[in-house]
């Protein structure tokens, strides 16, 4: 026996799309299980079922009437043959509403809209029918030329129906057991009307049964083609309980008719009497069905259909209809006890156990079928799911022999690349590397040509359609001895953002935002390389510091000042050779890393830098004039990169003590003074802290008689176990390390108190006023002026008995030391421009600062008494302290000839040896009570006692 379903086509398979689809596994991964499916909407008592059961039930209580009573034979017929139409009416209807149901296909929908036409053509053949029966009062059951006709042309147009709808393309295999199991149907079905016609022909002699035989096996034809053909097609057509609803339509009519035949009282009804409205009752069942459904259990031509059944039924229930014809022939030709019937019981004992067995392997056959399906419907989803993710993903999969052919690549080779797959194969993968990358990738995958399924990561730029590089990271697989691949792997991902974002990162943590520079780090990193490289190439360091920068930046703010690092920054890449390398270490300090330069060599390009930093600079819409001290240091073997910067840093700090806007070479003795220096600057911090330093104060006098009229307060330093150390060597040092501004409040504080002391003495005091130095660095502190303030109110001393000592250079750039400067003269404090005549512009800066005194410096007083080209500078000095109305000073005076020399230039304050040194408080009391005693002159022996 033949079945649905055998291999090798897969049951239940259809193609969608170009993709084989599995329906139970689609179901399975949608999770569509029964349970789950929608449902139709519950029976309802419609007016179309009910009207059909009325029919039915009418037409057989008016056959049960007509068995009983024997009515008018006219009347019986006509009444029965009057309701076969009004139930094929009823059944017309509920076909048309079924067809209009949404989710059916066209071929479904058209089945079901044309059966209403075959249905009235029945229906007008038995309305004829019943007329003639009516007409012919002795009631002959004869067909007229007029049903006969109907019923013919039902007939037709039902195959005609049948035949247009589509099947759908079959395996030739599947056809043919098919057609086995339809020609199984048809034999066992003709069986029945052929055994009744022989029967009634030969023992009944009913030839007027004849006809009846006949158009019993037509209408059973016809119903056999309605089940095979609403079965081949399936649920395409009709909701699936809609099907067997229609296929036992079909066998309810057969089985009535046959009834009939059987029961003896086919002489008073015909067959389609009663056959007609039992088969129309269950149409519209499964009319009403479909509309409940509404495509719920429906699906269309286009989506996948549940796989059928291992084995089909239609063959076995042939077999037991013959079986059971068997049985009842046998019976009533011989009897139940004779050994014929014997015998054909048990061949139908033996055909059931043979179906039996059959059907127990079928179904383990279609078990095994179901696992195959879902097996292979997994593989075809996994190949899917497998397809979509190479389809579209971003990365670029590619297959090449060891030729370097592309044997596979995936549709991401044109987003990434803007290469089409099919442009490939033609092309060589090694010929879209860049030049300078296809030795590096030769070699990855040369390391693994040999060693299967050996991996290897690299990186390459790879040239773009539009002519363009893009960077990427490859994977490489040695898969050449794989069977399934026989090829190397490559994995591509463009990683050309993400490269180009880490290279913006590495750059901007090795080089200056501001100029663009490398930084520290990268300029240590390149030390540390030339000087592993020392013993082929000399490696010298230059360390580059502006001075007074901070000024600038006070004076013009930090726009200025950033402005004017970008210009220098430029200056420099000028100036310094050709792969070299150029920093800024941070602030104003810059770097330059010489390598293969001689010693003549790197003093030419600090001598270079020096002139190209000392050329005006615009910024800040400003030309400024800007110094840098230069520190060289060349490397040894040994070194490490921070220990030559370190030895550079030493010898800019040695230029800067040098006078600034010079460059030093490193020497041992630097790191001596260094040295010597940063103890020096931990003694001074300790011996500020212990009381070691005093004040000591030199007279200012009058010209020309000598009078006192004021001190300088000078600072100096006793140690602890009497050794006295300079303020040369000790107030450098504390510039250096900040602790100026502490040792400037110390001092001015101590001399504002002792100038108290001596305005309150007994007998009054000639002096003035007391004169206190302030550095450049106490002047850039924010608040100087305010604490200036404080401690003169704090010891009770008058603004003007006080005199502030600047240099030149630390007001010389302005800014925030100019500011404090303006806000002491406010104050009523007054100021003496110290060393006069030794800076920058001094004459600019008596327009522009706040000046009371001018103190001219020693080096123009020493050569006064020679020629008039010698004196020529303390004269003009004079003149202009004359003409801007300030008290001139002349410092350093050490003869009697200076003092009188000076005098006649017009000077009336002098300072100096000659009149008296630094004296202790306790001898400028001393003179004090001195002068009240004699009123005389401070003569040059009192210096010297």
């Known amino acids: 026996m033949r079945t649905h379903g055998k291999l090798p086509r897969t049951a239940g398979n259809q193609t969608t799309g170009g993709l084989s689809v599995t329906d139970g596994v689609t179901n399975a991964n949608l999770g569509t299980d029964a349970a789950d499916r929608p449902t139709p909407r519950p029976v309802r008592a419609t007016p179309l079922l009910t009207g059909s059961l009325v029919t039915l039930v009418a037409a057989f209580g008016w056959g049960g009437y007509v068995v009983s009573a024997d009515p008018e034979p006219h009347v019986a017929a006509?009444?029965?043959?009057?309701?076969?139409?009004?139930?094929?009416?009823?059944?017309?209807?509920?076909?048309?509403?079924?067809?209009?149901?949404?989710?059916?296909?066209?071929?479904?929908?058209?089945?079901?809209?044309?059966?209403?036409?075959?249905?009235l053509i029945f229906a007008a053949g038995m309305t004829a029918n019943a007329a003639d029966a009516w007409a012919d009062h002795v009631g002959n059951r004869s067909a007229g030329w007029f049903p006969l006709t109907c019923y013919a042309l039902g007939a037709a147009h039902l195959v005609w129906t049948l035949l247009r709808v589509p099947t759908g393309g079959r395996p030739r295999r599947e056809l043919l057991t098919l057609g086995l199991d339809v020609g199984a149907v048809v034999v066992a079905a003709a069986l029945y009307p052929l055994y009744f016609w022989m029967n009634q022909m030969l023992y009944a002699d009913r030839v007027d049964w004849l006809p009846v035989v006949f158009v019993a096996g037509a209408l059973e034809f016809v119903a056999v083609v309605i089940i095979v053909k609403v079965t081949v097609v399936g649920t395409q057509l009709v909701d699936r309980t809609a099907l067997i609803l229609?296929?036992?339509?079909?066998?309810?009519?057969?089985?009535?008719?046959?009834?009939?035949?059987?029961?003896?009282?086919?002489?008073?009804?015909?067959?389609?009497?009663?056959?007609?409205?039992?088969?129309?009752?269950?149409?519209?069942?499964?009319?009403?069905?479909?509309?409940?459904?509404?495509?719920?259990?429906?699906?269309?031509?286009?989506?996948?259909?549940?796989?059928?059944?291992a084995w089909s039924a239609i063959p076995y229930v042939a077999i037991a209809a013959t079986d059971v014809l068997l049985l009842v022939a046998v019976g009533t030709e011989v009897g139940f006890f004779a050994a014929s019937w014997v015998v054909a019981a048990a061949a139908v004992l033996l055909t059931g156990?043979?179906?039996?067995?059959?059907?127990?392997?079928?179904?383990?056959?279609?078990?095994?079928?179901?696992?195959?399906?879902?097996?292979?419907?997994?593989?075809?989803?996994?190949?899917?799911?497998?397809?979509?993710?190479?389809?579209?993903?971003?990365?670029?999969?590619?297959?090449?022999?060891?030729n370097d052919r592309t044997r596979f690549a995936t549709p991401s080779t044109y987003r990434v690349l803007g290469l089409a797959p099919n442009q490939l194969p033609d092309l060589n993968p090694m010929d879209l590397i860049h030049p300078e990358d296809v030795e590096s990738v030769r070699a990855a995958i040369d390391s693994i040509a040999m060693d299967p399924h050996a991996a290897a990561t690299y990186q390459a730029r790879v040239r773009h359609a539009d002519g363009s590089w893009r960077m990427l990271e490859i994977v490489s697989t040695n898969l050449y001895d794989d069977p399934d691949v026989r090829g190397l792997v490559s994995n591509a991902r463009d990683v050309t953002e993400r490269r180009r974002y880490q290279d913006q990162l590495s750059h901007q943590a090795t080089h200056d935002g501001l100029t663009r520079l490398p930084?520290?780090?990268?300029?240590?990193?390149?030390?540390?390389?030339?000087?592993?490289?020392?013993?082929?190439?000399?490696?010298?360091?230059?360390?580059?510091?502006l001075d007074d920068f901070k000024t600038i930046n006070d004076r013009l703010g930090h726009g200025a000042g950033d402005e004017l690092l970008i210009a220098l920054a430029d200056r420099l890449r000028r100036t310094v050779p050709p792969g070299q390398v150029v920093a800024r270490l941070g602030g104003d300090e810059f770097a330059v890393l010489l390598v293969g330069s001689q010693l003549e060599q790197a003093t030419a390009l600090a001598t270079a830098l020096i002139e190209a930093f000392s050329a005006?600079?615009?910024?800040?819409?400003?030309?400024?004039?800007?110094?840098?001290?230069?520190?060289?240091?060349?490397?040894?073997?040994?070194?490490?990169?921070?220990?030559?910067?370190?030895?550079?840093?030493?010898a800019m700090y040695a230029a800067k003590e040098s006078g600034k806007g010079r460059y030093a070479r490193y020497d041992a003795d630097m790191d001596r003074r260094s040295i010597e220096s940063a103890r020096m600057g931990a003694q001074l911090r300790q011996a500020l802290d212990h009381g070691e330093l005093r004040l000591v104060y030199q007279p200012i006098v009058a010209l020309p008689d000598g009078c006192v009229t004021g001190v300088e307060a000078l600072v100096r330093w006793r140690t602890a176990d009497g050794q006295s150390i300079s303020p040369d060597r000790f107030v450098p040092v504390a510039e250096r390390n900040g602790l100026i501004v502490e040792l400037g409040e110390w001092a001015l504080r101590t001399a504002c108190t002792q100038a108290v002391r001596w305005r309150d003495r007994p007998g009054g005091s000639p002096l003035g006023s007391v004169n206190v130095n302030v550095s450049a660095r106490q002047l850039r502190e924010p608040g100087f002026a305010e604490r200036v303030r404080a401690i003169l109110g704090e010891v009770g001393l008058e603004p003007q008995r006080l005199t502030v000592e600047v240099t030149e250079t630390a007001v010389f750039d302005g800014g925030r030391a100019l500011d404090e400067l303006r806000a002491l003269d406010d104050l009523g404090v007054r100021i003496a421009l110290d060393d006069f005549g030794t800076g920058h512009s001094s004459l600019g800066l008596?327009?522009?600062?706040?000046?009371?005194?001018?103190?001219?410096?020693?080096?123009f007083v020493e050569g006064i008494t020679g020629t008039i080209e010698q004196a020529a500078i303390a004269t003009s000095l004079i003149e202009i302290a004359k003409g801007l109305g300030l008290r001139a000073v002349a410092e350093g005076v050490e003869s009697a000839a200076q003092a009188e020399r000076l005098y006649e230039l017009g000077y009336l304050y002098a300072q100096g040896f000659h009149f008296a040194g630094a004296l202790e408080v306790d001898q400028v009391d001393a003179l004090l009570d001195h002068l009240d005693r004699t009123a005389a002159r401070v003569g040059g022996d009192l210096t010297r006692s």
Request: proline share 5%; glycine share 6%; net charge positive.
């Open 616 to 650: 005006p600079v615009p910024a800040g819409g400003h030309d400024l004039l800007v110094q840098a001290s230069i520190g060289l240091a060349d490397g040894r073997l040994g070194d490490d990169n921070t220990e030559l910067l370190r030895r550079a840093d030493v």
């Open 246 to 309: 229609l296929a036992l339509a079909v066998l309810a009519g057969i089985s009535v008719a046959v009834a009939l035949q059987v029961l003896g009282v086919d002489d008073r009804l015909e067959s389609g009497q009663l056959a007609t409205p039992a088969a129309c009752f269950l149409i519209v069942c499964a009319a009403d069905r479909q509309v409940r459904a509404a495509g719920l259990g429906t699906r269309r031509a286009d989506e996948p259909q549940r796989p059928p059944r």
């Open 846 to 859: 008596l327009r522009t600062c706040p000046v009371d005194v001018l103190k001219v410096d020693r080096s």
């Open 78 to 119: 006509a009444v029965a043959w009057l309701i076969v139409p009004i139930a094929m009416v009823l059944t017309a209807e509920a076909c048309r509403r079924a067809g209009r149901s949404p989710r059916l296909s066209t071929a479904g929908r058209a089945l079901w809209s044309r059966l209403p036409v075959t249905l």
């Open 353 to 402: 156990l043979v179906v039996g067995r059959q059907v127990a392997a079928l179904h383990e056959n279609g078990r095994l079928l179901r696992s195959l399906d879902r097996t292979l419907g997994e593989i075809r989803s996994q190949e899917r799911r497998f397809r979509a993710l190479v389809q579209n993903s971003t990365d670029i999969v590619l297959i090449t022999d060891r």
């Open 519 to 545: 930084n520290r780090t990268l300029f240590l990193e390149r030390t540390r390389e030339a000087l592993a490289q020392l013993a082929t190439a000399p490696v010298t360091v230059a360390l580059i510091d």
